[in-house]
C-alpha cells in the first residue's frame, strides 16, 4: 500500500469514528506529530503539567499553518488540535497502533523526515526535566517502529 492511500485511509477511519471536520492536509500534521502524543502519555497517565506539553504540541502544530491562516483560524485551528489530541489520549489503545502503522509507511517513502520526528521526539522528551525512564523506552520502541534511527 503506498502512503497516500494508507494516510487517506486512517485519514477516512479517523474522521468517520471521531465525526470530525478536518481537511487531509490538517489531519496529516496531526499523524506527523502523534509520536510526540506518546511521549507525553508514555508513564500510562497524562497529568496537569503534562496537559501543557499537549497545549504546547497543538500551538506547534497549528503553527506550521502561520503564514496561511488569519490570527483567529490560527486560534481555532490550535483549538481543534488540542481536542484532538485529548480525544486521541482518551482512545490511545485505539489509535496507537493504526496512527504508527501509517506513520511507518509514509516515513518508508519518504526517508528524509524521519530526522525531523526523532527530533520532535526527542525535544519534547527532553522538555519535561530531562528524559525519564518511561519516555526513554517509547523513543525507543516508536523508533524501532517508525525506522529512525536514535
Same mark, same amino acid.
Given at each position: 500500500?503506498?502512503?497516500?492511500?494508507?494516510?487517506?485511509?486512517?485519514?477516512?477511519?479517523?474522521?468517520?469514528?471521531?465525526?470530525?471536520?478536518?481537511?487531509?492536509?490538517?489531519?496529516?500534521?496531526?499523524?506527523?506529530?502523534?509520536?510526540?502524543?506518546?511521549?507525553?502519555?508514555?508513564?500510562?497517565?497524562?497529568? !496537569?503539567?503534562?496537559?501543557?506539553?499537549?497545549?504546547?504540541? %497543538? =500551538?506547534?502544530? %497549528?503553527?506550521?499553518?502561520? %503564514?496561511?491562516?488569519?490570527?483567529?483560524?490560527?486560534?481555532?485551528?490550535?483549538?481543534?488540535?488540542?481536542?484532538?489530541?485529548?480525544?486521541?489520549? =482518551?482512545?490511545?489503545?485505539?489509535?496507537?497502533?493504526?496512527?504508527? !502503522?501509517?506513520?511507518?509507511?509514509?516515513?518508508?517513502?519518504?526517508?528524509?523526515?524521519?530526522? !525531523?520526528?526523532?527530533?520532535?521526539?526527542?525535544?519534547?522528551?527532553?522538555?519535561?526535566?530531562?528524559?525519564?525512564?518511561?519516555?526513554?523506552?517509547a523513543i525507543e520502541e516508536i523508533s524501532d517502529r517508525l525506522g529512525l534511527e536514535s
Amino acid at each position: 500500500m503506498s502512503a497516500n492511500s494508507a494516510i487517506n485511509q486512517l485519514y477516512k477511519e479517523y474522521t468517520d469514528a471521531n465525526n470530525i471536520e478536518i481537511t487531509e492536509e490538517k489531519f496529516n500534521t496531526l499523524l506527523m506529530y502523534f509520536p510526540c502524543l506518546l511521549i507525553v502519555a508514555s508513564d500510562g497517565v497524562v497529568d !496537569d503539567e503534562e496537559w501543557v506539553f499537549v497545549k504546547y504540541l %497543538s =500551538k506547534f502544530m %497549528s503553527d506550521a499553518y502561520k %503564514s496561511d491562516l488569519t490570527r483567529s483560524e490560527l486560534e481555532n485551528l490550535q483549538k481543534l488540535y488540542f481536542q484532538e489530541l485529548e480525544y486521541l489520549v =482518551k482512545t490511545l489503545d485505539k489509535w496507537k497502533d493504526p496512527f504508527l !502503522d501509517t506513520l511507518a509507511i509514509y516515513l518508508n517513502e519518504n526517508d528524509i523526515e524521519k530526522d !525531523d520526528v526523532l527530533e520532535i521526539l526527542h525535544l519534547f522528551a527532553d522538555a519535561s526535566d530531562g528524559v525519564c525512564e518511561d519516555e526513554e523506552e517509547a523513543i525507543e520502541e516508536i523508533s524501532d517502529r517508525l525506522g529512525l534511527e536514535s
